[in-house]
């Protein structure tokens, strides 16, 4: 590097004629699951891989130091891999999650040569990733520091034991508070961006501005291809990645599949691998290919996979059902001064179950003990006439009075089934601070969905203070998120009457029943 700093990279060398050359930077060592996905899997179809570690990871020199020197340092393996004798005269980048935040920052200055890019589950704003709905997302960073810290420990045996116990060990430190402090005594020595990480919840401050790596989605011209789970934890950004690019004009393709993070390295790669070696034989051999469609999309509920010419389709209507004492109505009551109330309480902070997490229980899961507790409220619709076909982003909007200024506010949408089988199919979360005063409606959007509610279905909202520990606990105080020990509860009442509800994005054509959701 240019500081002098050496790299350690391994080196796949195709048989044969080759097809092109890949370049692979990760933190997270040269060995499994890393080496077969993207080293010897495109080597053996034709593709030079050169499987860098990061700086500070796996006996590369330096120090790790998340996000920071990325940009520089694959400015400088690209200039290395242009001296080489066997370069192929242009390259492609490819990799899941902080591998293909490496290509973000690529691709704020793409480097002579850089031909294509395949960012799978992708990051390119850190800063957003970790405080960007005003609750820091504990759970995911946490657990992805306390890996870092000890990935590098030897023995395979031990090495499976810590993964097991990992998520405990992390539950364990999340029900701590100070939250600083409970994450330090997790990880010792190791992971010194813990405490800037947790204490700067100014997302403007200047500290954030390394960890943002969104340039690339604005000028550069280098082909993208996208490649995204509907569970998971980045699909805001890898959405946010395709509109920036499309609207601009770049030849850039979207995929969303069923998965969540961590599918893309289990039931998700033969697809990453297939579409992956399309692009890079498109855009690094020259070779005449059939045009794909602009988006590939899986529509869960049974849809199966869409190739459509953009996301969201067009063609979709809004569909409002009401929250109403208990119920999801399609017409509002008629009782204006009807209300539902709950307390949430931070010593006893609401559960995450499921959703878009950055562990093993992330994913659609069974959330009929969430929907029971006495600090969720829970809004069921009627049966299902016909299928629902919903594509695009949800939208709650809530009447909400809370007895303190400080409060979260957590949505879901449930699917439930013929047996009452209650499933996640989407959520959203906001923090807030709010005067008595401010008595206007609350509006935010869900995480969006492409989703078949079967016939025979019930759909479910349901409305808490907090969703623990994805989201690091409201105390209910100003004290620092980092620091704060003080907690006190807070009672929410939420109106009904027409003054709250739940705005869905259908597909006409999925919806040619007159009135798929009222009552048999």
């Excluded at 520091?145 to 023995?155: A, D, K, M, N, Y």
């Excluded at 995450?352 to 029971?372: H, N």
């Amino acid at each position: 590097m240019r500081d002098g700093v050496l790299l350690v990279a391994d080196h796949y060398e195709p048989i044969g004629e080759p097809a092109g050359t890949l370049l692979v930077r990760s933190p997270y060592g040269r060995g499994f699951p890393i080496a077969p996905l993207y080293g010897a899997a495109y080597a053996a179809r034709g593709h030079h891989v050169i499987l860098q570690s990061v700086r500070g990871t796996f006996g590369s020199g330096g120090e790790f130091s998340p996000a920071v020197n990325e940009a520089d340092d694959g400015q400088d393996t690209a200039a290395w891999l242009r001296e080489q004798p066997w370069y192929t005269g242009s390259f492609g980048t490819i990799g899941p999650s902080y591998l293909a935040y490496t290509q973000f920052a690529m691709l704020e200055d793409p480097p002579e040569g850089l031909a294509a890019s395949v960012a799978i589950v992708g990051v390119h704003d850190l800063a957003e990733a970790t405080w960007g709905t005003g609750a820091f997302t504990v759970n995911d960073f946490l657990g992805w520091s306390h890996g870092l810290v000890h990935q590098e420990e030897p023995g395979r045996v031990r090495g499976a034991i810590r993964n097991l116990r990992q998520y405990s060990d992390v539950k364990r430190a999340v029900t701590e508070v100070p939250l600083g402090r409970s994450g330090r005594e997790l990880l010792g020595d190791g992971a010194p961006w813990w405490e800037p990480w947790t204490g700067n919840t100014d997302l403007d401050d200047p500290f954030w501005r390394p960890y943002r790596r969104d340039g690339g989605l604005d000028h550069a011209e280098v082909p993208i291809l996208l490649v995204g789970g509907w569970q998971d934890i980045f699909l805001d950004q890898t959405l946010e990645q395709y509109r920036r690019l499309r609207d601009r004009g770049a030849d850039v393709a979207l995929t969303v599949g069923p998965w969540t993070h961590l599918h893309t390295m289990t039931k998700a790669a033969p697809a990453v691998l297939r579409e992956s070696l399309a692009w890079f034989d498109r855009h690094l051999r020259a070779q005449p290919a059939p045009p794909r469609p602009r988006t590939r999309i899986y529509v869960t509920g049974g849809g199966g996979w869409r190739e459509l010419p953009d996301w969201p389709p067009a063609g979709t209507r809004e569909v409002v059902l009401y929250l109403e004492p208990g119920a999801l109505a399609t017409e509002p009551g008629s009782d204006t001064a009807a209300t539902s109330e709950f307390t949430y309480d931070p010593a006893d902070p609401t559960p995450t179950i499921g959703g878009r997490l950055l562990s093993p229980d992330s994913g659609r899961r069974r959330d009929d003990a969430l929907a029971g507790r006495h600090d969720v409220l829970s809004f069921t619709g009627p049966e299902l006439t016909a299928d629902l076909e919903a594509h695009g982003a949800p939208v709650i909007e809530l009447d909400h009075r809370s007895d303190n200024p400080h409060f979260d506010l957590f949505a879901r949408i449930s699917e439930v089934d013929s047996k009452g089988r209650s499933r996640n199919i989407t959520d959203g979360f906001r923090r807030f601070v709010r005067s008595a005063d401010d008595d206007g409606p609350i509006r935010f959007p869900l995480d969006e969905i492409a989703h078949v509610f079967r016939a025979g279905t019930r759909i479910r909202v349901l409305i808490a203070g907090g969703s623990h520990p994805r989201y690091a606990r409201n105390l209910g105080t100003d004290e620092h998120p980092r620091d704060g020990v003080t907690m006190r509860p807070s009672t929410r009442v939420i109106g009904h009457g027409g003054r709250s509800r739940l705005i869905l994005p259908v597909l006409d054509r999925a919806a040619e029943s007159a009135d798929p959701v009222s009552a048999d």
